[in-house]
């Protein structure tokens, strides 16, 4: 169906929220699948898994650096052609990992090219347009369901590379995964919303203007700080729990599931999240999110390892899992106005990546240096802890466009 004809049938936010959706599961699920690929790559090289670990951490920190460029692009010259630049990067980085065989070749596509196809692709863009197009009132519920249904792709795309891995290989599992980025072409041009009505941006106001001012905002720096943890968290568990789970029980489908599981869950927790936004302020719901994450963390690597414990486990942080994601993007949207979001919510973002590297790549290097990641579980809950504290001074407010700039 043409985009016009979509935009006369449905509301123009309804489009928008359901292309959203598509390109956020899609982008998001093919980039969840490079847990899967990491122990079978590194067996067949016999590389450490330190070497395809790095390679992944490079992704997150590439995705963190490019998301403020493509958030400018976006703002500057429109989400569509930053959207269409992200998807032909991810489709190279993805065409050169399917075929990389050297360290080098890994880091580059898996690395650098699928870290910036990311970037231009996922939730940093697509909930940046819809919160252009939704009003204050209606942004928080509108957000968390583009994030929630963008969870579907982590649902099911997990299972659909364990099942390609253990029949074809992992060169096999990442080209059929580039070709599911292929219907993103198909969304983008529905992916077009002007700043709506009423909207607490102030259009006059430069957008380099309003970037300096959220520096000189305490709300905004904490807020880029305690997402720091949250890269960290993801990042660590979408590449390192299913080996884990693998090892401690045994099995290499339950490990390949608990993201599937993850995925689920999330869907609850993401709208769950959306609808407390309307009642409670989000810092408060920030901070819980966070420090119930190390709670469960705490609970999961003491009770004894079985099956039982590691679904349980998926489907609690499942629910923890990506519900911070609208409710940060709606709180810089609400400091600041859509008008500038993409590029705040780049440099937010850029905080989440740099945790994110870490994330990854600790993981890998303590797990070649001790055999285990017990270490990393508790860095993970120190820095759960620290989060839920940092949230707790942020304020859900709009910033004054008539006070003065902070040098």
Known sequence: MPADTARRTLSPTAVIIAAGSVVVALSFGVRSVFGIVLDPMSTEFGWPREIFSLSLAIQNMVWGLAQPFFGLIADRYGDRRALWLGLAVYLAGMALSALGVTPLMQHLGAGVFVGMGIAGTAFGLVLSVVGRAVSEEKRARALALTAALGSLGQMSMPLIAAWLTQAYGWQTTIAVMALLLVPIAFCIPYLKAATPAGSTADPEVAIGTIVRRAFGHSSYVLLTLGFFVCGFHVAFMTVHLPVYVAEVCGSVALGAATLSIIGFANVIGTLLGGELAQR????????????????????????????????????????????????????????????????????????????????????????????????????????????????????????????????
């Open 280 to 407: 409670f302020p989000k810092p408060w719901i920030l901070s819980a999110i966070y420090g119930l994450r190390a709670v469960v963390i705490f609970v999961f690597i003491t009770v004894p390892p079985s099956p039982l414990s590691a679904i349980l486990f998926s489907v609690v942080i499942g629910i923890l899992w990506l519900a911070t994601v609208p409710l940060t993007s709606g709180l810089v949207a609400t400091m600041f106005g859509p008008r500038a979001l993409g590029t705040l919510y780049g440099i937010v973002f850029l905080s989440h990546q740099v945790g994110s590297f870490l994330g990854v790549w600790i993981g890998g290097r303590v797990y070649d240096a001790t055999g285990g990641y017990d270490l990393v579980w508790y860095i993970a809950i120190a820095l759960g802890i620290l989060s839920a504290i940092v949230h707790l001074p942020v304020r859900d407010r709009p910033w004054s466009a008539s006070a003065p700039v902070a040098a």
